[in-house]
C-alpha cells in the first residue's frame, strides 16, 4: 500500500532540491548580463520574471512539504524523528525565504 503522505514529501522535497538549482543557475546569468551590460539587456527582465515564479513554486513546494510532514505524523514517532523532521523543516522553509526574498530584493 503506499503512504501517499511519505511520497508528497519526497517528491516536494527532490523538486524543491531541483528547482532551488535551477534558480541558482539563473540567478548568476542574471547577475553576470547585469555587471556586463552597460544597458538593461532585455532578457534580463525576462529572467527576473522567470526566477520570481520559480522562487513562488519552491515556496508552494516548502508548504507541501511541511503539510505533508505533519500528515505523516512525524511527532508521534519518537524523540529522533522529531528532531529529524524539524530540521527538514527549518531547511525547506530556509531555502523558500532565501528564494522569496533574493528574488524580490536583489533582482532589481
Do not use: D, H
Amino acid at each position: 500500500m503506499i503512504n501517499f503522505p511519505s511520497l508528497a514529501f519526497q517528491s516536494s522535497l527532490g523538486t524543491e532540491a531541483v528547482l532551488f538549482g535551477f534558480f541558482g543557475v539563473l540567478y548568476s546569468v542574471f547577475a553576470a548580463l547585469i555587471s556586463l551590460a552597460s544597458s538593461p539587456v532585455p532578457i534580463v527582465k525576462k529572467l527576473k520574471r522567470v526566477c520570481r515564479i520559480i522562487a513562488g513554486i519552491i515556496l508552494f513546494n516548502a508548504i507541501v512539504a511541511v503539510c505533508s510532514l505533519f500528515a505523516m505524523n512525524y511527532l508521534g514517532l519518537g524523540l529522533i524523528n522529531m528532531l529529524l523532521g524539524i530540521g527538514l523543516i527549518l531547511v525547506i522553509l530556509f531555502i523558500a525565504g532565501f528564494s522569496v526574498v533574493w528574488s524580490i530584493w536583489y533582482m532589481r
